[in-house]
């Protein structure tokens, strides 16, 4: 049995294990991180506060990725991110204070939200042919989010075997799981360094008296490509953020299920995924950018629809098909900017933008929704009647959703039909005769 050809690429191997096992380590840490703050405030807001925490980063590493991203080439930036992330992690235990877990909580997603774009932007540069793209877009998305019930898992394991042998240490039953998360870290980094393809691509201004383009995270906001497809990508991470919070609550009053019903929910939703990488991947669709905007709203319409369900089974059916449209659309949005964005610091600047983003809604749609549900009573609607608060709060998302599809109407498909046209400009001449169009707005008064 043969492996499949974008597995036979070395370099994005090494990136996809790397990944894999940072992603375990990174879920294992998140969990150790909500006991450990549980372990010294037992208060619940305060796991709230630290979740919320994970809010501010975003809101100021915009301008920080934008500008490391579009100067440091990918290789040394995924490098760099991942040692400093070993580090922070190593030290967490050795403080038994709200603080300063906070502080490096504050930090570690700082840290990653740099690491992010330059992986995302580096894996044009690993494949022997562009038409394996969208497989590897899924294989690296399904290697972050597919590990989170490995990483709980783990966890679980971990801190059973600390508890005894390094209790005489502050927080000594979190020290492992943390120092577990440092070695994937450093794991990730030897196999980053391994990758050799990297090596040669060039960042403006990374060279000692070299000028660069000024570079700012409002110059990636000035992308047609960005600011029309944010929109669409915004709207599944605010439908994640939502179901994330209000799932449980939905499963368990709403429909009467038990917390085993509502792990095979969760289970049911990663099946979904994994199915909408493989519809996208045996269709291929020419331009992903297309069938982005249809994916998001069928997401919508689905999370509108699963609030009605009358039954634990229909939910199921709808956590897979929800899943599905949410793994299908992402996908198709990465392989979409990765293949209309020839230049590296747009690829990198315009990934800064889309994860900055991602976080944000998410955060934003969790914690909007759990306030929302707690605040709100049931409501009558029209057709659909009586609604108790998890079904009011998942069925208006599904609207929200759906809307924030088709804000930005025809945009997003005039950036298509240039990224067409421009393909077709240089298949007929060569690309000295026919230079990309710049696709970055120029400052008013150029």
């Known amino acids: 049995m043969h492996l499949p050809r974008v ?9 996809l294990i790397a990944e894999s096992v940072s992603a375990l380590g990174d879920w294992l840490g998140t969990v150790a991180f909500i006991a450990l703050v549980f372990d010294i405030t037992h208060s619940a807001t305060a796991v709230g506060g630290m979740l919320t925490l994970r809010l501010a980063p975003a809101a100021v590493a915009g ?55 330059a992986r995302d932007a580096s894996i044009l540069h690993l494949l022997d042919d562009e038409d394996d793209l969208t497989l590897a877009n899924g294989l690296i998305l399904g290697s972050s989010y597919g590990t989170l019930p490995l990483g709980a898992g783990l966890f679980a394991l971990v801190s059973g075997l600390a508890s005894g042998a390094l209790s005489f240490l502050p927080g000594g039953r979190f020290a492992l799981a943390f120092w577990v998360d440092a070695l994937t870290f450093v794991v990730g980094f030897l196999l980053i360094a391994r990758i050799t393809s990297l090596r040669s691509v060039h960042v ?45 609550d939905f499963v368990k009053h709403t ?7 509502f792990g095979v929910l969760v289970i049911l939703f990663g099946v979904g995924a994994a199915l909408g990488m493989a519809v996208l991947q045996i269709r291929r669709p020419p331009q992903p950018l297309r069938v982005l905007r249809p994916g998001v709203t069928t997401m919508g319409i689905v999370l509108s629809g699963m609030s009605l369900a009358p039954t634990l089974w229909v939910a199921f059916v709808g956590a897979v098909l ?16 990765q293949k209309a964005l020839d230049d590296d610091t747009e690829r990198q600047l315009g990934f800064a933008a889309f994860h900055v983003g991602l976080r944000i809604s998410l955060v ?4 909007g929704a759990g306030i929302a549900g707690d605040v709100i009573r049931s409501n009558r609607f029209p057709l659909v009647g009586r609604l108790d608060p998890p079904r009011t709060v998942l069925f208006v998302c599904g609207l929200v959703i759906m809307f924030g599809a088709w804000a930005i109407r025809g945009t997003i498909r005039n950036v ?31």
């Open 364 to 367: 934003l749609g969790a914690i």
């Open 255 to 261: 429909l009467r299920a038990s917390d085993s019903q």
């Open 63 to 117: 301008p920080v990725a934008a500008r490391v991203v579009a100067r440091w080439n990918p290789r040394r930036t995924m490098l760099a991110m991942s040692a400093i992330r070993a580090l922070i992690v190593a030290v967490i235990p050795l403080l038994y204070t709200v603080w300063w877990v906070f502080f490096w909580a504050f930090l570690l997603e700082l840290c990653s939200l740099v690491f992010l774009p």
């Open 204 to 248: 403006p201004g990374e060279e000692e008296g070299e000028e660069a383009e000024p570079t700012s995270f409002l110059r990636a906001l000035r992308m047609p490509l960005v600011r029309s497809t944010l929109p669409p990508v915004v709207g599944v991470a605010l439908g994640l953020g939502c179901l994330f919070s209000l799932g449980i």
């Open 322 to 337: 929800f899943g599905g449209c949410a793994s299908y659309s992402m996908v198709a949005g990465m392989t979409g900017v």
């Open 416 to 446: 298509i039909d240039q990224t067409e046209a421009d393909e077709v400009a240089r298949r007929r001449s060569p690309p000295a005769e026919q230079p990309r169009p710049a696709l970055i707005e120029p400052e008013p008064g150029q």
């Open 7 to 15: 597995l036979r690429a070395s370099d994005y191997r090494d990136l």
